[in-house]
């Protein structure tokens, strides 16, 4: 299986502050026909069901402020929330799809300092 | 708009049977790759199962591998979980999510339901 691990496990960050949050899978998730790394990164509010925000390591969905932004490849990922607003507090998920069983980091916190 | 709505939780003892629906709307159900996560009480998300559009290929998580049986009904555009032999470890939140048009991130999640599994 492949293994998410996430750093840190929680972080506070001041508004309108970056806040950083690295993911490392235990083997490569980059699939060389296609050049894609198979990472998706999800937010969780309390109380609510995960929302996707990154697909493909660095691609955007649909709807999600451009403050939110992924990168990295083959091992090594990073989401970043380059101006922290109170309603970015959460637990952030990353996560591959490359093979089964589809596995997720342990979560990372992200609070106001 | 998508909508993935879960049913059937509530408290089972363990050895127990319980079974999921996730009535999905909004979308052409058979078409994409659907699946189950799990979220133990104050813990992070786990993926329990996977099913193709077609509904031909199922995986599953070691954890539930041999009590969980993932199935689906394209007329009906509702996914099921059936557990068996249920554990005390299985209590948490299971929430259908659904796999994305050109990617198998989960684009779309139920709110989910509760499993509680306790004597």
């Known amino acids: 299986d492949i293994v998410m691990t996430q750093s840190p496990d929680s972080l506070a960050v001041s508004l309108g502050e970056r806040a950083t949050i690295s993911c490392k899978s235990s083997q490569s998730v980059l699939y060389s026909a296609n050049n894609k790394n198979y990472v998706a990164w999800y937010q969780q509010k309390a109380g609510q069901p995960p929302k996707l925000l990154i697909y493909?390591?660095?691609t955007r969905e649909s709807g999600v402020p451009d403050r939110f932004s992924g990168s990295g490849s083959g091992t090594d990922f990073t989401l970043t929330i380059s101006r922290l607003k109170a309603e970015d507090v959460a637990v952030y998920y990353c996560?591959?799809?490359?093979?089964?069983?589809?596995?997720f980091g342990q979560g990372t916190k992200v609070e106001i300092k | 708009e998508v909508q993935l709505l879960e049913s059937g939780g509530g408290l089972v003892q363990p050895g127990g049977s319980q079974r999921l629906s996730c009535a999905a709307s909004?979308?052409?159900?058979?078409?994409?790759?659907m699946s189950w996560v799990r979220q133990a009480p104050g813990k992070g998300l786990e993926w329990v199962s996977i099913?193709?559009?077609?509904?031909?290929?199922?995986y599953y998580a070691d954890s539930v591998k041999g009590r969980f049986t993932l199935s689906r009904d394209n007329s009906k555009n509702i996914l099921y979980l059936q557990m068996d032999s249920l554990r005390v470890e299985d209590t948490a939140i299971y929430y259908c999510a659904k796999g994305g048009t050109t990617h198998d991130a989960f684009d779309n999640w139920g709110q989910g339901t509760m499993v509680t599994v306790s004597s």
């Open positions: 099913i193709r559009g077609s509904g031909g290929t199922t």
């Open positions: 909004g979308f052409t159900f058979n078409n994409y790759a």
């Open positions: 996560q591959q799809y490359y093979t089964t069983p589809r596995t």
């Open positions: 493909w390591a660095s």
